[in-house]
């Protein structure tokens, strides 16, 4: 009882994000604990929040290209030399062309597909563009049956599947969310602008300068 603590003493190694996200809200416990408030209940909720991308035609305020690069893999120290030392750092870090080819496989995951069921006039023209077959138009039904009709089956259970409202014709759209490569080229080439590329903002309240 009144300790405060996070990072990875807490949870395990992370990044150094995750132990400063963790500092905050241990701050925001501490003071919340000496105003006697509930540390749960009293909390600052979260707030969330989607900003259009599009500004033209075919301009858009992000760039996701398509490409099938694998993971560039950040050279290390020779292990004769790493290991002579304690003090060597193993990795050697990117120099500026290898972070800037690993910085393009960014898949933009702030970036979220908005779906407006009134617009579509299931053209399936996003269907045809789609580079990882995501999309499906279809009849409603059950999970494990929709993921097996879809256009690529959704094995991923761990993931849920984007379904829209009920259309017109009495089908649904559904999106797998585990393959999108978020590109945009639904939204680009959706002739009502039924699909968006909206960034998602999510904020929680940080502690202040006096904590």
Known sequence: PKVFFGGDAAFGPENVITAVAHGHQAAISMDLFLRGKDLATDRPPPTTNLLRQKMGIHEWMYDSPVVADIRYQVPHEEKVRALSSRKVEVELGFDEQLAFRE????????????????????????????????????ANGEEEDLRARLMAPATNTEQDLYVSDTLPSRRVMIKDEDVCLHCGLCAERCPTAAWDMQKYLYSVTKAGKGC
Do not use: G
Request: negative net charge; hydrophobic residues 30%; proline residues 3%.
């Open 103 to 138: 910085a393009q496989r960014c898949l933009n995951c702030d970036v979220q597909t908005v779906f407006t069921t009134d617009r579509c006039i299931e053209c399936d023209a996003c269907v045809d563009i789609c580079p990882t077959s995501c999309i499906t138009f279809t």
